[in-house]
């Protein structure tokens, strides 16, 4: 194993100003070496170099860009929060326009339910009073061919007794003046 003293090592080259140019990736090489194995020394805590703290600028700077971008998440989020509670909106208003329609549609299939079903009972109704008005003339009709033809019957009836009373009494003579009906009487 390696056993280096990193603080002496670090002062050694500190003092020369190649702390920027050569020290800063050795501490790199370093910090991945460390970090692998255990250096005498460094058994109570590993110690992993960097190459400093940022400047004070860069902090400010730093906490800056955190803040805004803590105010663009925020007003991210108030925007999506107000798009979702807009879109809640609508679908409550979809929902209640669907409600709604669905309502308005029932109710004009049951008042053409109930308007066909009344055509319906108009229809029977005009059915049966056909079936009526047909059987009234089917008996009228009866009636009437039964009645002329009874009237024929008793048109012959009497054109036969009238005839046969007729052959059966003598013609009354007819007379031109009262004296030929006079002189019919004296014979």
């Not at 603080?7 to 991945?32: R, T």
């Not at 970090?35 to 805590?45: D, P, V």
């Not at 190459?51 to 998440?73: D, E, H, T």
């Not at 679908?91 to 339910?113: A, I, R, T, Y």
Request: with cysteine.
């Amino acid at each position: 194993m390696l056993s280096i003293n990193f603080k002496c090592f670090f002062n050694f080259f500190s003092h020369d100003g190649l702390k920027s140019q050569v020290i800063k990736p050795f501490l790199a090489i370093i910090h991945v070496y460390s970090s692998i194995y255990k250096f005498r020394g460094l058994a109570k805590k590993d110690y992993f170099y960097t190459m400093g703290k940022p400047s004070l600028k860069s902090r400010k700077l730093s906490r800056i860009r955190k803040k805004i971008r803590k105010i663009r998440m925020i007003k991210e989020l108030k925007e999506k929060e107000e798009e979702v509670s807009d879109l809640q909106i609508q679908m409550q208003d979809f929902k209640k326009s669907v409600f709604d329609s669905g309502k308005s549609l029932l109710n004009n299939l049951e008042q053409c339910s109930r308007e066909n079903n009344n055509l319906v009972e108009w229809l029977k109704l005009y059915d049966k009073q056909m079936k009526d008005y047909e059987k009234e003339i089917y008996d009228l009709n009866l009636r009437l061919y039964f009645s002329q033809h009874h009237q024929q019957t008793q048109m012959q009836l009497q054109s036969s007794h009238q005839l046969q009373q007729s052959q059966h009494q003598p013609q009354s003579p007819t007379f031109r003046s009262l004296a030929d009906y006079f002189k019919s009487q004296k014979s």
